[in-house]
């Protein structure tokens, strides 16, 4: 078994993990209570900046950075949003976090309330968690009898309410701009920035969005302190001033072709190798891996060769991959085609694009039907120069669009292409010899729906 | 409140939905409660119900409108089965057969995906990842996520799912008299 004892995960498959009780037992809530009754809310964030957390929900950026952008002394009210639309696909460490230990999540929300001197907390739940919702509510009503939300907790001047608020099945509620949008009952079209929801968030007021995983953290962090934080994971390199480092615990998901997917914690900078051998229990049937997405599918693929490549915050992007994500790891096995894979992250893109920016709209559903003309044997290798167009030109990064979602369609896109375009070229002129070599305008197979 | 008339929701509705109010500074943010609300009752958001939100919020009924044809999740024409299976079909699941579990479920079924069966007891939609991939492939029905799916086995683990779905509208109370629930 592997030696690193988890922490985010500890009370998992334990009896009654979901209670206040099983919480209180193994220390929960007295952090809460003690940083309450001793510290100020500024301390809060300078311990959450000292530990080097970065945000677990995609980005990695650092929390108690974040945390520091509100405007100070501001008359209020000033949100906290938890982001628990957990949709990126092969993602659900937060699920488990929640359906398992909510208190965990909810001290964190609380602790993380006090810091930025929220008074109400919105958890966004997406759809899609039933069990998770009625874990959370019951755990917020345990916390409300326990005196741990409402006014004036325990004595202090500080007033807290948590809320749960529903999703409604739609990926871009992930994207902290469309969340607040959505909070806010509106289609969750994300926001032009600035300003950034520090400034102006949820209700126009000042709003920090974090991840449920990175509430789990802040938790422990405020339990075991900044220097046990600090003693897990990769250290910032000395010669780099900008690298804040990958401290800290990570969840990992995996899933795909592996023996025994599930939901495991490592230090951050595991190998993707170790994860699928010493955690997974190997590629599934004996087979080899032909690739594996690092951390949700906008990530794009490391093939086999990249395995032993650390999963931090950095180890990805030296890879060709955009980062290390959600940390969600997909196993491929040899006997997929590369073309299938791109295909179902074109056909997820094109239906989750919210359909504001026309460059991410259109480009998702173009993709999306080059692809199915590629499966469906009438591929060109102009097609994939097309595709290539399409990927260096819809996003954030080449400007275009307002939120990140076409950045995430559009590298696997070129990641992909990149890395497998001999097994590309290969499919097309065995499955289309006749026309594999034209380069006039083709009609689309059919007409795909967006939002 | 408001003196328009309302035709799809009750008072226990309109209840319900003040009783979030409280929770939100804006009116505007409880447009997706009551959607959801709405929803869970009758299955689908007819547009005379978007109109009740719409006046129960002191919003213009486009406003709630454009929020709801955002979310593909609420069907506006008919309800969606007394079941509502969402199969997931993305990588996680697709690597373990997702695909293959949509098709056959939808064949033995005799609906497309999308589709309710005529006894509207079921509606089968495609789904992007549902988080839980370490169950894949998986298929998410009312409440019930059912793991680890065999398409052999699936349609069997969808029955087990209609049964308790047929228990609970069981024990539901029946509407009042002056709430009308059938469609006019």
Same mark, same amino acid.
């Given at each position: 078994m592997p030696p690193f004892e988890p922490v985010l995960l500890e009370a998992i498959g334990t009896p009654e993990s979901h209670t206040i009780a099983s919480y209180r037992a193994r220390g929960g809530?007295?952090?809460?209570?003690?940083?309450?009754?001793?510290?100020?809310?500024?301390?809060?964030?300078?311990?959450?900046?000292?530990?080097?957390?970065?945000?677990?929900?995609?980005?990695g950026f650092p929390t108690g950075l974040k945390w520091s952008f509100l405007p100070k002394d501001h008359p209020g009210p000033v949100y906290l949003c938890v982001n628990a639309d957990e949709s990126e696909p092969g993602t659900f460490n937060n699920r488990i976090l929640m359906e398992d230990d909510p208190h965990q999540v909810i001290e964190g929300t609380m602790i993380s309330s006090y810091a930025t001197r929220a008074t109400t907390a919105y958890i966004y739940l997406r759809y899609e968690y039933p069990h998770a919702w009625d874990r959370l509510q019951a755990a917020i009503d345990e916390a409300y009898a326990a005196g741990l939300l409402g006014k004036n907790i325990k004595g202090s001047n500080f007033s807290l309410d948590i809320y749960l608020h529903r999703g409604a099945a739609a990926y871009i509620c992930g994207e902290e701009t469309g969340l607040i949008e959505s909070?806010?009952?509106?289609?969750?079209?994300?926001?032009?920035?600035?300003?950034?929801?520090?400034?102006?968030?949820?209700?126009?007021?000042?709003?920090?969005?974090?991840?449920?995983?990175?509430?789990?953290c802040v938790a422990q962090i405020a339990r075991r302190g900044v220097d046990w934080f600090r003693s897990i994971g990769v250290p910032a390199d000395p010669a780099n001033p900008r690298d804040p480092g990958s401290y800290g615990p990570k969840?990992?998901?995996?899933?795909?072709?592996?023996?025994?997917?599930?939901?495991?914690?490592?230090?951050?900078?595991?190998?993707?190798?170790?994860?699928?051998?010493?955690?997974?229990?190997?590629?599934?049937?004996?087979?080899?891996?032909?690739?594996?997405?690092?951390?949700?599918?906008?990530?794009?693929?490391?093939?086999?060769?990249?395995?032993?490549?650390?999963?931090?915050?950095?180890?990805?992007?030296?890879?060709?991959?955009?980062?290390?994500?959600?940390?969600?790891?997909?196993?491929?096995?040899?006997?997929?085609?590369?073309?299938?894979?791109?295909?179902?992250?074109?056909?997820?893109?094109?239906?989750?694009?919210?359909?504001?920016?026309?460059?991410?709209?259109?480009?998702?559903?173009?993709?999306?039907?080059?692809?199915?003309?590629?499966?469906?044997?009438?591929?060109?290798?102009?097609?994939?120069?097309?595709?290539?167009?399409?990927?260096?030109?819809?996003?954030?990064?080449?400007?275009?669009?307002?939120?990140?979602?076409?950045?995430?369609?559009?590298w696997p896109i070129k990641n992909v292409i990149h890395k497998f375009r001999d097994e590309f070229e290969d499919y097309i002129k065995r499955t289309n010899p006749e026309g594999w070599m034209v380069t006039d305008p083709v009609p689309a197979l059919q007409i795909v729906g967006a939002h | 409140m408001t003196s328009h008339a309302l035709k799809r929701l009750t008072p226990e509705m309109v209840a319900e939905i003040e009783a979030l109010a409280p929770r939100y500074p804006d009116r505007r943010a409880l447009v997706l409660p009551s959607l959801h609300l709405v929803n869970k009752a009758l299955r689908h958001v007819p547009l005379d119900a978007v109109v009740d939100v719409a006046n129960v919020l002191g919003l213009p009924p486009a406003e709630v409108q454009d929020t709801l044809t955002f979310y593909q999740f609420f069907h506006q024409q008919k309800p969606h089965g007394t079941v509502r299976a969402f199969v997931c079909r993305s990588i996680s699941c697709a690597l373990r057969g997702g695909d293959e579990l949509l098709e056959k479920l939808c064949s033995q079924y005799g609906i497309e995906p999308y589709g309710t069966t005529d006894d509207g007891s079921l509606t089968i939609e495609p789904a992007e990842c549902l988080g839980a991939c370490?169950? =894949?492939?998986?298929? /998410?029905?009312?409440?019930?996520?059912?793991?680890?799916?065999?398409? !052999?086995? =699936?349609?069997?683990? /969808?029955?087990?799912?209609?049964?308790?779905?047929?228990?609970?509208? !069981?024990?539901?109370p029946q509407p009042t008299t002056h709430s009308p629930m059938e469609d006019a």
């Open positions: 809530y007295a952090p809460f209570e003690k940083l309450l009754a001793e510290k100020q809310p500024v301390d809060v964030i300078e311990l959450v900046k000292s530990a080097g957390l970065r945000g677990r929900g995609g980005a909070i806010e009952g509106k289609r969750a079209w994300p926001r032009i920035k600035p300003p950034f929801p520090a400034i102006e968030g949820v209700f126009r007021k000042p709003t920090v969005v974090n991840n449920i995983e990175t509430m789990a969840l990992y998901c995996l899933s795909g072709h592996v023996e025994k997917p599930g939901c495991y914690e490592a230090p951050l900078g595991i190998t993707l190798r170790e994860l699928i051998n010493e955690y997974g229990g190997g590629v599934w049937k004996g087979r080899k891996a032909k690739a594996a997405i690092p951390g949700g599918i906008s990530m794009g693929l490391m093939t086999e060769a990249e395995f032993d490549t650390p999963l931090d915050f950095k180890g990805p992007g030296t890879v060709g991959c955009m980062g290390l994500g959600t940390a969600a790891v997909v196993v491929i096995d040899e006997t997929v085609s590369i073309v299938d894979f791109l295909h179902n992250s074109c056909r997820f893109f094109a239906h989750e694009s919210c359909g504001q920016c026309t460059p991410c709209r259109e480009g998702t559903n173009w993709n999306l039907r080059i692809l199915e003309r590629i499966r469906a044997g009438k591929g060109r290798l102009k097609d994939l120069e097309i595709l290539l167009e399409n990927g260096t030109t819809m996003g954030m990064m080449p400007g275009s669009t307002i939120c990140g979602l076409a950045d995430g369609a559009a | 370490d169950f =894949a492939p998986c298929v /998410l029905a009312n409440d019930d996520l059912l793991k680890n799916l065999d398409p !052999a086995a =699936a349609a069997a683990a /969808l029955e087990a799912v209609k049964i308790r779905a047929d228990q609970q509208n !069981a024990q539901r």
